[in-house]
């Protein structure tokens, strides 16, 4: 499809979504390499394989050479706290390992990992009495050859309880870069930040032979609360139609990286329409179009292409935006990213990771594709909310259909990411924001940061009830007191039975089924959508509810099909680990008693995984399953 960019974009976003489940599949297999009996907190006497470094360097050195012993070159860098400049041997893990001086950006010599067969190549670095990561984060010096993954992960303090990074480079680049460890996975038991013992690093491919070298890896402050950068991309009209209004109510601006050979073009805004947003705090970013990648051209053709991007931009008032690149058909070499860094003040391209905050490597900011909701993007607002990092996300075309096409992300999955970016209380910003430092650090209005004053008396009292009845599909519509509304519902058929609730999902089973289902509701008119291939009912009741019915945490629940756990009393965020034993829907929803509501879970088939939700004060858990399903929940 068209999005004043190139052709081939299109082709691009398929191939990077087969990475995504590339580095899915690599998540799951190669990043296993410790040892079922190595936790992670034997260490090897050194605390931190480290040394104090130089402080010579001003990040603009030469990419080649080594280092003569004394400077810093870039990528390395002087802020923070080293935590190892390989001036000790790190472990190896996969791959031969070997020490370069020739490689070093700090200090006499840098670590280099190779595997000749395709495989993987990893080192790691312990610390034997532990490092605290809770209010820092993690970035180093990378040069991978042949390597387009690198998988990071912080142990801690054991091989159950991490946290993974998984960056996606492009498959040409095979020079010098900072690499950010944005935390993209949680796989199993609640990670301690506080302990970690150790850090490993992983490069992989598709086969072809691996080489890493890494140094001078260090530690960053981190700042207190999540953020989220809008990316919106192309400048389609229905951007300005539908999610500027949207994000206005919220107080959000969003950055639109835009072809400005397509300005005004069918079906994009024109540049009144821009500059209206400018004026609303809004990015108008460069996205050039381009015939073919930038790394495929000289190197004075890729200044040429971004140099004149960036000129129209400012020529037409919108000198703020132009300092940011979003790469088109993200591709990048060595030789691109150099210029980039030259001409521009931030670059993104597709990562598959969320980013820290602040991030030290700020031309080659991560961004995700936006619409993927139920595969990631969820899952990396909420690690940026509980880890307080930066999750950038990119969208295009915003349609108010049920069937989109293409590269388009229907209005309700674009209002569902914004209410859920709301919930957890992240902080968007712009790209201007984030050079600027003027990102803030209090979190948007509905997240939470512990603290909230137990209730007592009565929460909610009791409300209707309603007994509903039908054969196949149909609409109720009732009247609901502000308060619990729990349904006891049964459904005689074959097929999927689903319930919404004001166009929320409240029950989804499928076959003959019995079970029950909450949510809170703020009052009025409420309509109850039914899908069903057989007869129905559902008897509606809205409880009371007492500050005596409150239950603490931890708990611990288990069920078959539809179910609830609460109401529960949570001072703050909350750790749970869901279970599933089926091979269909597996939802897993929090519903607060201030009216919030947070998709924790939304999967098919099997799972057994760690999720934080972002609660505070009364709330309930609703299940939904066509299988066996535990839940223990404790604070996080």
Same mark, same amino acid.
């Given at each position: 499809?068209?999005?004043?960019?190139?052709?081939?974009?299109?082709?691009?976003?398929?191939?990077? #979504?087969?990475?995504?489940?590339?580095?899915?599949?690599?998540?799951?297999?190669?990043?296993?390499?410790?040892?079922?009996?190595?936790?992670? /907190?034997?260490?090897?006497?050194?605390?931190?394989?480290?040394?104090?470094?130089?402080?010579?360097?001003?990040?603009?050195?030469?990419? /080649?050479?080594?280092?003569?012993?004394?400077?810093?070159? @870039?990528?390395?860098?002087?802020?923070?706290?080293?935590?190892? /400049?390989?001036?000790?041997?790190?472990?190896?893990?996969?791959?031969?390992?070997?020490?370069?001086?020739?490689?070093?950006?700090?200090?006499s010599q840098a670590a280099v990992v190779e595997d000749e067969s395709g495989e993987s190549a990893g080192l790691t670095v312990y610390f034997s009495d532990g490092i605290d990561l809770t209010d820092g984060d993690v970035s180093f010096a990378a040069k991978p050859e042949g390597a387009n993954r690198i998988v990071v992960e912080f142990i801690a303090p054991g091989r159950q309880s991490r946290l993974t990074t998984v960056r996606l480079l492009p498959d040409?680049?095979?020079?010098?870069?900072?690499?950010?460890?944005?935390?993209?996975?949680?796989?199993?038991?609640?990670?301690?930040?506080?302990?970690?013992?150790?850090i490993n690093i992983l490069a992989t491919n598709d086969g072809r032979p691996i080489k890493l070298v890494v140094d001078d890896l260090r530690k960053t402050d981190s700042v207190d609360n999540g953020k989220a950068i809008l990316l919106l991309q192309?400048?389609?009209?229905?951007?300005?139609?539908?999610?500027?209004?949207?994000?206005?109510?919220?107080?959000?601006?969003?950055?639109?990286?835009?072809?400005?050979?397509?300005?005004?073009?069918?079906?994009?805004?024109?540049?009144?329409?821009?500059?209206? #947003?400018?004026?609303?705090? @809004?990015?108008?970013?460069?996205?050039?179009?381009? !015939?073919?990648? #930038?790394?495929?051209?000289?190197?004075?053709?890729q200044r040429t292409v971004l140099e004149n991007a960036k000129a129209t931009l400012e020529e037409r008032g919108f000198e703020n935006g132009a300092r940011h690149l979003v790469v088109p058909d993200d591709r990048m070499d060595q030789t691109t990213h150099e210029v980039v860094r030259d001409v521009y003040d931030t670059a993104y391209l597709f990562g598959s990771?969320?980013?820290?905050?602040?991030? !030290?490597?700020?031309?080659?900011?991560?961004?995700?594709?936006?619409?993927?909701?139920?595969?990631?993007?969820?899952?990396?607002v909420n690690l940026a909310d509980q880890y307080n990092q930066? !999750?950038?996300?990119?969208?295009?075309?915003?349609?108010?259909?049920?069937?989109?096409?293409?590269?388009?992300?229907?209005?309700?999955? $674009?209002?569902?990411?914004?209410?859920?970016?709301?919930?957890r209380g992240l902080d968007v910003i712009t790209p201007s924001d984030l050079v600027d430092g003027s990102y803030g650090g209090e979190g948007a209005d509905g997240g939470t940061d512990g603290g909230a004053e137990r209730p007592e008396g009565s929460i909610f009292e009791a409300g209707q009830s309603h007994e509903l009845d039908g054969d196949g599909s149909g609409i109720e519509t009732v009247e609901l007191d502000e308060g619990l509304v729990v349904a006891e519902f049964s459904h005689e058929g074959n097929g999927d039975f689903v319930v919404e609730l004001d166009g929320d999902v409240l029950t989804a089973a499928s076959g003959s089924t019995t079970g029950e289902s909450v949510a809170t509701v703020g009052g009025g008119t409420a309509e $109850?959508?039914?899908?069903?291939?057989?007869?129905?009912?559902?008897?509606?009741?809205?409880?009371?509810?007492?500050?005596?019915?409150?239950?603490?945490?931890?708990?611990?629940?288990?069920?078959?099909?539809?179910?609830?756990?609460?109401?529960?009393?949570?001072?703050?965020?909350?750790?749970?680990?869901?279970?599933?034993?089926?091979?269909?829907?597996?939802?897993?929803?929090?519903?607060?008693? /201030?009216?919030?509501?947070?998709?924790?879970?939304?999967?098919?088939?099997? $799972?057994?995984?760690?999720?934080?939700?972002?609660?505070?004060?009364?709330?309930?858990?609703n299940v939904e399953a066509n299988g066996d399903w535990t839940l223990s929940a404790d604070s996080s």
């Open positions: 499809m068209d999005n004043g960019n190139n052709a081939g974009y299109g082709s691009s976003r398929r191939r990077l #979504l087969a990475a995504v489940g590339a580095s899915s599949a690599t998540l799951a297999g190669c990043t296993d390499f410790l040892s079922e009996e190595e936790s992670g /907190d034997s260490g090897n006497g050194n605390d931190s394989n480290g040394g104090n470094g130089g402080d010579s360097g001003n990040g603009n050195d030469s990419d /080649d050479g080594g280092n003569s012993g004394g400077e810093t070159l @870039w990528p390395a860098i002087d802020e923070g706290e080293l935590l190892a /400049d390989f001036e000790e041997e790190p472990t190896r893990r996969t791959g031969e390992l070997s020490m370069s001086a020739d490689e070093a950006r700090r200090g040409e680049y095979t020079g010098w870069l900072r690499l950010d460890c944005g935390y993209e996975h949680k796989p199993a038991d609640e990670p301690d930040l506080s302990n970690v013992t150790a192309g400048g389609y009209d229905s951007q300005y139609d539908i999610a500027a209004n949207m994000l206005e109510e919220r107080g959000w601006a969003a950055a639109v990286p835009i072809n400005p050979q397509a300005i005004g073009a069918e079906g994009r805004m024109d540049v009144t329409q821009l500059q209206e #947003l400018r004026d609303r705090g @809004w990015d108008i970013c460069s996205n050039p179009g381009v !015939t073919m990648p #930038l790394s495929d051209m000289p190197k004075d053709r990771c969320p980013n820290i905050m602040p991030p !030290t490597a700020q031309h080659m900011l991560s961004h995700v594709w936006g619409p993927s909701l139920h595969s990631g993007v969820r899952r990396h930066l !999750t950038v996300l990119r969208m295009q075309e915003i349609v108010d259909t049920d069937e989109p096409e293409g590269d388009e992300m229907t209005l309700d999955e $674009f209002e569902h990411l914004l209410n859920h970016l709301e919930n $109850f959508a039914v899908e069903a291939d057989g007869s129905w009912s559902i008897e509606v009741s809205q409880p009371a509810v007492h500050a005596d019915d409150l239950e603490e945490l931890p708990v611990e629940r288990s069920g078959s099909g539809s179910g609830y756990v609460g109401p529960l009393w949570t001072e703050g965020g909350v750790s749970l680990s869901p279970t599933h034993d089926g091979d269909g829907t597996f939802i897993v929803d929090g519903y607060g008693a /201030d009216g919030s509501r947070e998709q924790i879970v939304n999967k098919t088939g099997s $799972f057994d995984n760690s999720r934080s939700y972002a609660a505070g004060g009364t709330v309930w858990i």
